[in-house]
């Protein structure tokens, strides 16, 4: 079975990258078991039958490999303040794209900010059409050929997927770093019913590089770990609380989201393209 047809086809699909990862028992899982003990209440879903993280085969037994996509929602030479005024004004773009801000008071603030990822349509949607259209291609190409795609929402550890896919490594801030992409990307994929040479993980890491931890207003992050506690993305899109007050006087305007550990990323700073369909909506 041609791993490198399937990659193709994914590709030809709109997807910015992708990457084939073994369908097997992540490692990671620890890592994950220990940080879930301690997520804030507007999380809770991540503890809800926390082992199905442990293997895909456990989320869908017919696994035998995860084709990985990443696709790019923004690029270097994009212009967000430009894009924040294209979407008019925040209170009314977030109502307008169906997103829900748990803090909406902040919105009315001068210069209120909305990260970079919600200034499209919502990923989830997008992201879920190009997987089937990308299923849809795989079955012509491979007769017999099943999955199951996934995106965000469903109990599947994609960062840890990805990388093992070849497709970035962890950078310091969480996220998953490409040193083609950046970090603005999306991630979705499909987990296979074929048996498929995996991509090898990527041996790369941030060195001695540490911006996105100085750039973080709350100082959510430390040891390469989110304290989502802390972290402004959290409280102002997931949160069922008030923001705490020095987490406000911290947050640099942003009110849906907050791409501060982004902006100071090295890796960001590389050209491309996007993904189409992930253009900022006006």
Request: proline content about 6%; aromatic content about 8%; charged content about 25%.
């Amino acid at each position: 079975m041609s791993a490198g047809r399937i990659k193709e086809i994914a590709l030809a699909c709109g997807a910015s990258a992708a990457g084939i990862a073994p369908a097997s028992d992540l490692a990671e899982f620890r890592r994950f078991s220990e940080a879930v003990t301690m997520i804030p209440d507007g999380l809770m879903y991540l503890k809800r039958d926390p082992l199905v993280r442990k293997s895909i085969k456990k989320w869908h037994p017919d696994a035998r490999s995860v084709l990985m996509c990443a696709f790019r929602y923004w690029t270097p030479d994009m212009d967000h303040a430009a894009a924040l005024k294209a979407a008019g004004e925040p209170a009314d773009f977030l109502q307008r794209t169906d997103r829900k801000a748990c803090q909406p008071r902040l919105l009315t603030a001068p210069g209120a900010k909305i990260s970079r990822y919600a200034l499209c349509r919502d990923y989830h949607l997008t992201v879920k059409e190009k997987l089937s259209s990308i299923l849809g291609e795989i079955r012509k190409a491979f007769p017999g050929a099943e999955g199951r795609t996934f995106c965000d929402t469903s109990p599947v550890m994609e960062k840890e997927l990805a990388r093992l896919a070849g497709l970035g490594f962890r950078g310091k801030n969480t996220l998953l770093v490409s040193r083609e992409l950046g970090t603005y990307f999306f991630l979705g994929g499909i987990a296979l019913n074929l048996n498929l040479t995996p991509d090898k993980p990527l041996e790369d890491n941030c060195g001695g590089c540490d911006q996105c931890v100085k750039a973080c207003p709350t100082k959510a992050l430390a040891g390469g770990r989110l304290d989502a506690g802390r972290c402004l993305s959290y409280w102002t899109t997931q949160a069922k609380w008030i923001i705490p007050a020095e987490a406000e006087e911290r947050g640099q305007g942003w009110a849906y989201g907050c791409d501060a550990c982004q902006e100071a990323c090295p890796q960001n700073k590389a050209p491309g393209q996007l993904a189409p369909g992930f253009e900022p909506i006006k």
